[in-house]
C-alpha cells in the first residue's frame, strides 16, 4: 500500500487529469513486489526503474494497466529505495472534497465511526504516513490536532520533525482509523487509552506502540515504533569502544548481581539488553524474561509477555518467575518500587538481573532506584 504513493506520483504526473483510482491500486500491486520505481523524469521519458530485472509477464501487466507504453532501465537497489522513497516525501494521497466532506466530526455510534475508519483514503492515508516515517527510521509518529490543521510529526534520532499537515477535519477519522488498528475503544475520547499494532510492510514486521491523550482540540496519538528486524544485532556492532565493551563483556558474565541499562528514550536500551541475552544464552544456563512487548523472540529463552490488563504486570511477572529456578533474570523495564524491591532482593539471593531505567546517564539509575523507595544498602549490595 506504500509504494501505492509511488504509483500515483507517476501517473498523475503523466496523467494530471482523470485517471481511474482502481487503475492506480492495480498498478501499485504490481510495482511494489516488482521492486519498480519511476524514474524522476518520469513524465517526460515514461522511464520505470528496476534493481531485479522483472518477469516478461509483469512488464505486459504494467504496460496494460498504465495504457502507455513505458520504459524499464536497470537500476541499482539504493536507487530503487530512494526513488520510492522519493515519491513518498513528495506527494500525499489527496482526499477530494467529496471524500473530505465524509470526515467531518459528529458521529453518533461506534459502528459509524468503524466504517468511517475503514474508508479506502483514509486508509491509504495512514498507510503512507506509516511509510514516511520507516523511510526516515523515525522511533514515533505523533498525530496532534490543533485549531485548525492536524499536524503528522516524526521523532528522528530524537529531533521532533514535521512530515505533514493535513486538515483538522478529517482527524476524527485518522484517530478513529488508528484506534481500530490497534483495537482500542472508538467511541472513548474522554479517557487515555494504550494499545498495540501489528502492522507489516515490505519485509518489515512492525509493533507499534498505541498512546491516546484527550486534549482541547482532540485526541493527541502517538506510536512508537519498534522494528522487530532489527533488534537482532551482536553486541559488538553496537558502537561501544573496544575497552568499553570488554569492562561489560566482563560484568554480564558474573553469577549474580544486577545490571541496569539505562538512558532516554529511543537510545538503545532493549536492543543492548537483547545483544546481551544472545551473547550469554547457553544451556549451562536457565534465562527468563518479563517484557512488555515481547520484541524479538531468543532462541532457548522463556519470554514471558507483561499485561497489566489481567494483574501481570512485571512485578508480578518477576514474583512468578523467581520460583522458575532460573539463573539469569530480565526485566523490560523497572517501573515502581514493588518491581524494584524484588529485582534486587533476585539480585542479591544468587540470580544475575539485567533491566532498564529511563534515565539521562548511569549515574542517575541510583539516584532514581532511591526516588523508588529503595534503600541505599541495597542499591550498594546489588548494582
Request: contains cysteine; glycine residues 6%.
Amino acid at each position: 500500500m506504500a509504494n501505492q504513493i509511488a504509483a500515483e506520483a507517476a501517473i498523475v504526473a503523466k496523467n494530471p487529469v482523470g485517471y481511474d483510482p482502481v487503475e492506480l491500486t492495480a498498478f501499485s500491486q504490481l510495482l511494489e513486489p516488482a521492486g519498480i520505481a519511476p524514474a524522476l523524469d518520469y513524465a517526460q521519458t515514461n522511464r520505470l526503474v528496476y534493481a531485479s530485472a522483472p518477469s516478461l509477464e509483469t512488464r505486459a501487466q504494467i504496460r496494460f494497466v498504465i495504457g502507455t507504453p513505458v520504459v524499464f532501465r536497470r537500476g541499482s537497489e539504493d536507487e530503487v529505495r530512494r526513488l520510492l522513497r522519493h515519491w513518498r516525501a513528495e506527494l500525499s494521497p489527496t482526499l477530494e472534497s467529496s471524500d473530505e466532506d465524509l470526515f467531518v466530526s459528529g458521529f453518533d455510534d461506534d459502528e459509524s465511526l468503524k466504517d468511517l475508519a475503514s474508508e479506502a483514503p483514509i486508509i491509504r492515508l495512514v498507510n503512507h504516513l506509516f511509510a514516511r516515517a520507516l523511510d526516515l527510521d523515525a522511533s514515533d509518529i505523533h498525530f496532534e490536532p490543533s485549531e485548525n490543521t492536524l499536524d503528522v510529526r516524526c521523532r528522528v534520532d530524537g529531533i521532533m520533525t514535521r512530515i505533514e499537515r493535513l486538515p483538522v477535519k478529517i482527524h476524527t477519522a485518522v484517530a478513529s482509523r488508528l484506534k481500530l488498528m490497534a483495537r482500542l475503544d472508538i467511541g472513548e475520547k474522554r479517557l487515555p487509552q494504550d494499545g498495540r499494532i501489528d502492522y507489516k510492510l515490505g519485509a518489515k514486521q512492525l509493533d507499534m506502540r498505541v498512546s491516546t491523550l484527550p486534549g482541547v482540540h482532540g485526541e493527541s496519538i502517538v506510536l512508537r515504533i519498534l522494528d522487530r528486524s532489527d533488534t537482532a544485532v551482536e553486541l559488538v556492532e553496537l558502537g561501544m569502544p573496544q575497552d568499553l565493551l570488554a569492562s561489560y563483556e566482563n560484568v554480564v558474565t558474573q553469577p549474580h548481581g544486577m545490571v541496569l541499562i539505562t538512558g532516554p528514550t529511543g537510545s538503545g536500551k532493549t536492543t543492548t539488553l537483547y545483544a546481551t541475552l544472545e551473547k550469554i544464552s547457553n544451556e549451562k544456563q536457565k534465562i527468563i524474561t518479563v517484557e512488555d512487548p515481547v520484541e524479538y523472540q531468543l532462541d532457548g529463552i522463556t519470554q514471558i509477555q507483561a499485561n497489566a490488563s489481567i494483574g501481570l504486570g512485571f512485578a508480578e511477572g518477576l514474583r512468578s518467575i523467581v520460583r522458575q529456578d532460573p539463573d539469569i533474570l530480565m526485566i523490560g523495564e523497572i517501573r515502581d518500587h514493588e518491581t524494584a524491591e524484588i529485582a534486587i532482593e533476585s539480585a542479591l539471593t544468587g540470580h544475575l538481573v539485567f533491566s532498564t531505567l529511563h534515565t539521562n546517564d548511569a549515574a542517575g539509575a541510583v539516584t532514581r532506584l532511591q526516588d523508588m523507595g529503595v534503600e541505599g544498602y541495597l542499591i550498594s549490595s546489588s548494582l
